[in-house]
Antibody, heavy 114, light 112 residues
């Protein structure tokens, strides 16, 4: 069965960067897209971006352009999402999901606090 | 970006009674391939979101048949025929027709 397993909780200071991983299994890793979605505390869902795991093409939400980078490693079937210049507004649970958001990871809490 | 507008935002329901959530998009969600990439997601308390319905009306594997989706173009509806306790949570509509994917504000379903 398809599984997405994400890395653990992160606590960062303002201005720092965070890199969250998402390891995929149960399907052909290079055959589609992986999306990143985040959810601030008590808030709704916000789409951040995606990577085509076959050709590494990426698309990002305009508001995050320049701060977010999504990459993939086919040797470990892992996708990475890096977010730089963190502020308190980036405190959220970060999720990876397969294309059309069919399967989701368990989420990674990122807290940005001085 | 396509704006997704849900109603109601709060939905108290008696166990065993039906429930309905509406979602409207700011433009048609029909893609050039003829498909409409519109989904409903469920997020139970403390859990990751889960996709319930895709392409307007197709239920994902394991989703009870009391959940049904309908609609076309810009107007969509999720219906629960008889609400059960495990249905408590927040329901989101979302579109995957155009990047960026966008979500509705969420509808919080609670038991009366």
């Amino acid at each position: 069965q398809v599984q997405l397993v994400q890395s653990g909780t992160e606590v960062k200071k303002p201005g720092a960067s965070v890199k969250v991983s998402c390891r995929a299994s149960g399907y052909t890793f290079t055959s589609g897209y992986i999306h990143w979605v985040r959810q601030a505390p008590g808030q709704g869902l916000e789409w951040m971006g995606l990577i085509n795991t076959g050709d590494t093409g990426t698309r990002y939400a305009q508001k995050l352009q320049g701060r977010v980078t999504v990459t993939r490693d086919t040797s470990t079937s892992t996708v990475y999402m890096e977010l730089t210049s963190l502020t308190s507004e980036d405190t959220a649970v970060y999720y990876c999901a397969t294309d059309h958001l069919e399967h989701w990871g368990q989420g990674t809490l990122v807290t940005v606090s001085s | 970006d396509i704006v997704m507008t849900q109603s109601p935002l709060s939905l108290p329901v008696t166990l065993g009674q039906p429930a309905s959530i509406s979602c409207r998009s700011s433009q048609s969600l029909v893609y050039s391939d003829g498909n409409t990439y519109f989904n409903w997601l469920q997020q139970r308390p403390g859990q990751s979101p889960r996709r319930l319905i895709y392409k307007v009306s197709k239920r994902d594997s394991g989703v009870p048949d009391r959940f049904s989706g309908s609609g076309s173009g810009t107007d969509f509806t999720l219906k629960i025929s008889r609400v059960e306790a495990e249905d408590v949570g927040v329901y989101y509509c979302m579109q995957g027709t155009q990047w960026p994917y966008t979500f509705g504000q969420g509808t919080k379903l609670e038991i009366k």
